[in-house]
């Protein structure tokens, strides 16, 4: 398969291209078992998109800065009455985005490609009455946080978005997951209406995988930086690897939840719904334990390094969030790289060393340590700007271990792989003390 990116802004290495490949393949694989076995029907995908309705509207105005929860969501879109401590405009935003996501399920009906009228409308009904709503910008914008430059008149505006739409009528038959990809960052990268082009973009990704039977997929708020990033790679050198990266990972996971919708749909089992339960509680086990780890590491950094000239900064992701996610892990499954915390350490004058925790299942050294038991590791990344996707796998030079995991019964006592291949068992408050030391070790290099 080759990937059809010619007539768009972007471009593949072979190697980001043959991953994906292999990476769509597995999907439709899933897709095939799914028909073939009777599985996807009318009902399993009501049922799909109905548990994740609103949480598909609270993580994308989420992204845009909205505090209501899923559950204040729910009522905000069944009630339509303003929820006291939240602004008004934000309950406006839940209506107007759920109104706006049921309509891209009628598109999703149409077989013909995603074009210029239905992106308008959809972004009509996301704005709501606010000006602006369905038609494309005729001044300049900027976008916050990005060097990038938007096309400047409505002439150029409407020129790229002509290309946009060129290519996805050229390229209907693409993978699904291709079009979302490709059709949401180069409307980000237009950037074509005064506001709401995130919303809209978020919208049109899911519009692409509905009507190829796949199930919604949903970037949540605790993904904003890696989303925003491989947005900005994608605008600044056409690299669009990292941004398919996240949207297949979030393909694959939208999946798990479609498969398992599609068990649930055959029968209720109590002793799974019991196992579930159990889960959820070893799931906050592990929350609470790297939210402890990142909390530790961050103070034993600041006690290490007090030098003013030496800013440190805590950037937590919120780790895995869905429990679908986290069976997924228990299973020894990818779920792709979920973002846990990122540290970084700015010495004025001299430049930033950047590490990223990020979480997938345990390998098969970690699972024979632990007598088989799967479950969610944390790995580290560091940041190199030489590297395509920025952020680098470490293995030796990883901040003192290479993969960490807690025993989900114990909760405290941390088992690590370290860097030169040794095994430690440590507290949270050890492991931190022994992670910051050698943080403070790749400053002092950096320092040499």
Known sequence: MKIPLDGSPYALSQAAENQIVSNIDEIEQRVFLLRQAGHMTEETLRRYYGSKRFEQVAESNAIEGSTLSIGETEVAVLKGITLTGHDPAYVRDALALDAALSRTAEFARIKEPTDIPQLLEIHSLILGDRPGGGQFRNERVKISGSDHVPPKTWKEVMSQMEQWEAWSRDNRDAPAPIRAAVLHAWLAHIHPFIDGNGRTARAISNLELIRAGYPPLIIRKKERDRYIDALSQSDSAGDIASFMDLIMERTSGAFLGLERAAVEQQAFNPVMAKLRRTQALK????????????????????????????????????????????????????????????????????????????IGHRSFQMRELLKGEGGPSLYWSIYDQNYERKWRQAFEDAPYFKEATIALDQGDIWNSIKSDDGVTKDSTIDLADKVASSIVESVGQMLS
């Open 283 to 358: 799931l906050e086990v592990w929350r609470r334990s790297v939210d402890l780890l990142s909390s530790r590491v961050e103070l034993k950094l600041a006690e290490k390094l007090p030098d003013p000239s030496i800013q440190i900064y805590l950037r937590d992701f919120g780790g895995v969030a869905d429990l679908d996610d986290f069976l997924t892990l228990c299973a020894s499954k990818s779920i792709g790289s979920s973002w846990a915390f990122r540290v970084s350490i700015k010495v004025g004058g001299v430049g930033r060393c950047s590490f990223l925790a990020f």
